[in-house]
């Protein structure tokens, strides 16, 4: 059977719903009580906004606030960190590593190289194995082919597991560093940085600019349940909840 994501998730939180696509917005104007948000291709209005936006394209500041925002919530937007940790999907003919593990690690020369993978034969019974890189590392091998980034990922492996494993019959991978819409995989605590960091970065602002995502999210940040559990602390906030 076919692997079934997040999308199930997202699918099932959109019924209902009517979602405008591929409005890319540029400015939110809002003062208490109005907002106005400018997309590329239009303009719409409301008397609440809930802001979702990575803490990456908060920080690349792509989308105008005016005014601007608060300076409690401009400096909780520097002083917290965007970090990038890209993933690379292989699907092989057949499984060659331990078909016992889920998690198979390695040390490499260059830090944040392929120094986790995860195998996907038990949850999702195909031959797939993820390989992650981090970091420097993540960002600076975005800039490869595809191919080239197989090929390093494939004398990694060979490494691990010997010169006679196959190559891949497919290949995957993610870009999130260059990703405009994401500007990084998620959020994390640099120094100086503090969970009252966070809580700014959600705190509502007039009664019209309202915050979630993960980065918002003093105790699970980083991961999928940070953003749910955002969305649902937002929306009580906003009296929708």
């Not at 891949?168 to 500007?183: E, I, S």
Request: charged share 25%; with cysteine; hydrophobic share 45%.
């Amino acid at each position: 059977s076919d692997i079934i994501g997040f999308r199930v998730i997202v699918d099932h939180l959109a019924e209902g719903l009517r979602i405008e696509r591929n409005q890319v917005v540029r400015e939110v104007h809002w003062r208490r009580g109005a907002v106005r948000v400018v997309t590329t291709s239009g303009e719409f209005e409301a008397e609440q906004v809930l802001t979702t936006l990575p803490l990456g394209v908060l920080k690349a500041a792509s989308v105008r606030f005016v005014p601007e925002l608060p300076a409690a919530k401009r400096e909780a937007i520097e002083r917290l960190g965007m970090g990038t940790l890209n993933k690379c999907y292989l699907k092989f003919p057949e499984a060659f590593w331990n078909k016992d593990a889920d998690w198979l690690e390695y040390l490499p020369e260059t830090p944040g190289a392929w120094t986790e993978w995860v195998s996907f034969l038990r949850v999702a019974r195909q031959p797939v194995l993820l390989g992650f890189n981090a970091a420097d590392r993540g960002v600076e091998i975005e800039d490869w082919s595809d191919e080239a980034i197989v090929e390093d990922a494939m004398r990694t492996l060979r490494i691990m597991h010997g010169d006679d494993i196959p190559d891949p019959l497919d290949a995957q991978m993610t870009r999130w560093h260059r990703d405009p819409f994401a500007r990084g995989a998620y959020s994390f605590n640099p120094l100086g940085a503090t969970p009252a960091t966070r809580d700014a970065l959600a705190a509502p602002v007039e009664g019209v600019l309202f915050f979630a995502g993960e980065a918002t999210e003093r105790t699970y940040s980083g991961t999928t349940h940070a953003a749910y559990l955002s969305g649902l602390r937002a929306a009580r906030e906003m009296g929708v909840g």
